[in-house]
């Protein structure tokens, strides 16, 4: 009875800390992609170093709680996401006391850029519901084994398909059709290769035993 008791609260416990996790780099990436920087030569959005990690994030929580919560988690997440930046706005409008003195630099670091807030989201929820379609039909449909194989599968589609929604859709007529290529060719370097690095959170959860689990 107590291990029974003990693994139910562990299983608890990795769904609490994966949405989570899932929720707050959702927001960091949102947040850091306001800032277009220059690595290695190549124009890119400084959300790109911690979106990628959703996608396996994403792929724990549906291994815990199955099929239909991923698909409330990520709507969820763009919900927040997007009055998030609608809060950021308006303190961003809220005029600020004379003695802080940073109101100019608050207002033109955090005021949302809506065209790349609803770029962003738009990338998120489409591509993480494809995330979701991938991983579901790998495992039924595929194997169970090889748990790192499916979170590969499911990203090596859905990383692709955020990239360019994101790419075109917050910077497509709006800058030079080379620097929106290289945010897309950055973009998908660092997110497979972060896509790499975390595959082994996987292995953090617990698996379901049964297919209806997945559903």
């Not at 850091?32 to 990690?53: C, Q």
């Amino acid at each position: 009875m107590d291990e029974g008791k003990n693994s139910g609260a562990a299983v608890s416990a990795a769904v609490v800390l994966s949405v989570a996790a899932y929720i707050a780099a959702q927001m960091l990436a949102d947040i850091a992609s306001l800032k277009i920087g220059v690595v290695a030569g190549l124009a890119v959005d400084m959300g790109t170093f911690i979106y990628p990690v959703t996608f396996t994030l994403r792929d724990v929580v549906h291994k815990l709680i199955g099929r239909r919560l991923a698909r409330l988690l990520i709507v969820a997440a763009g919900v927040i996401n997007l009055l998030m930046a609608a809060y950021l706005l308006w303190v961003a409008r809220v005029p600020g006391d004379p003695v802080w003195g940073l109101d100019a630099q608050f207002r033109a670091i955090l005021a949302p850029v809506w065209r790349i807030v609803i770029a962003s989201i738009l990338a998120e929820v489409v591509s993480e519901l494809l995330d979701t379609e991938i991983y579901h039909l790998f495992v039924t449909r595929v194997t169970r084994r090889f748990q790192w194989l499916r979170v590969l599968a499911s990203n090596s589609i859905s990383v692709p398909v955020d990239s360019l929604l994101f790419s075109v859709g917050a910077f497509g007529w709006a800058l030079p059709w080379g620097a929106v290529w290289q945010i897309f060719v950055f973009n998908m370097i660092v997110k497979y290769a972060v896509t790499l690095v975390s595959l082994p959170m996987i292995y953090l959860a617990p698996d379901r035993q049964s297919r209806e689990d997945l559903v």
